[in-house]
């Protein structure tokens, strides 16, 4: 960070929790603008490309008509994606003028696949995610103060008191923002409708949470819409907002 920002960093950092209760009453399109405007050059943003990463590209390309200011974007792209997926990077990128980078691990699938004699998202999924989305997102993110990300805390128990900014509690060094926090999913919805956001053609086949394709599936009749995520397991974290 320049060392004209950094007596803004020292501000926000003291005062995150009340920065967070009074973002409450926010519109997500209002924090993303904070956000922007606050950390800058030293905020990133990650995104999986589902509904709300969708829905925050929008918001973000807005921000950046109206600030002329425009994070660094990134997809951890761990190899197992959804050829849908990455082509929806691409209509996005088209749609909103933004670069979406694409973060992978050092390893391969190939050579890692080799080195544990098999798919580990079979053995062992924790490890696999953790060798294909939380070491790069620690990469990703180790040169930034503060980082976006889409989560809806009624997507998860361990998403339910997730604060819309607050220090992340795995990477310590990063101011963790969550505009869409306190969205329904009605509203995701809402917005994808009003605004014609580009989105994933898996979720009108019945993939309302889409991650890696060996790892996902519809979920069935009454099953929350992360069930299908790690299907038959009580999984339902990657680990990278946990």
């Known amino acids: 960070m320049s060392e004209s920002h950094s007596p803004v960093k020292r501000i926000q950092e003291a005062r995150l929790e009340e920065i967070s209760d009074a973002l409450e009453s926010a519109t ?12 800058r050059d030293q905020l990133t943003v990650a995104t999986a490309f589902g509904a709300e990463g969708c829905c925050l590209m929008a918001m973000i390309a807005q921000v950046r008509d109206d ?39 050092a390893e391969t699938v190939e050579h890692m696949e080799a080195r544990f004699g098999g798919p580990l998202y079979n053995s062992n999924s924790d490890h696999c995610c953790y060798l294909r989305k939380v070491m790069p997102l620690q ?7 503060a980082w976006m990300t889409a989560i809806r805390r009624d997507q998860t128990p361990e998403r339910a008191h997730a604060p819309i900014v607050g220090r992340d509690p795995k990477y310590r060094h990063l101011v963790k923002i969550n505009p869409l926090a306190h969205w329904k999913k009605t509203q995701v919805w809402d917005y994808i409708q ?32 992360r069930a299908g995520r790690w299907a038959g397991t009580m999984k339902r974290e990657c680990g990278l907002h946990v």
């Open 28 to 39: 997500p399109q209002e924090i993303v603008r904070w956000a922007v405007e606050t950390y």
């Open 67 to 105: 600030t002329g200011l425009t994070p660094v974007i990134f997809n951890l792209d761990t190899g197992y994606q959804f050829p849908e997926t990455l082509e929806l990077r691409e209509r996005l990128q088209e749609r909103y003028g933004l670069v979406i980078r694409l973060v992978s691990a």
């Open 139 to 145: 990469t990703a993110a180790q040169d930034f103060t």
């Open 194 to 225: 009003r605004y014609t956001v580009p989105v994933n053609p898996l979720h009108a086949q019945g993939y309302p949470s889409i991650g890696c394709w060996p790892c996902t599936r519809p979920p069935g009749a009454g099953e929350d819409d």
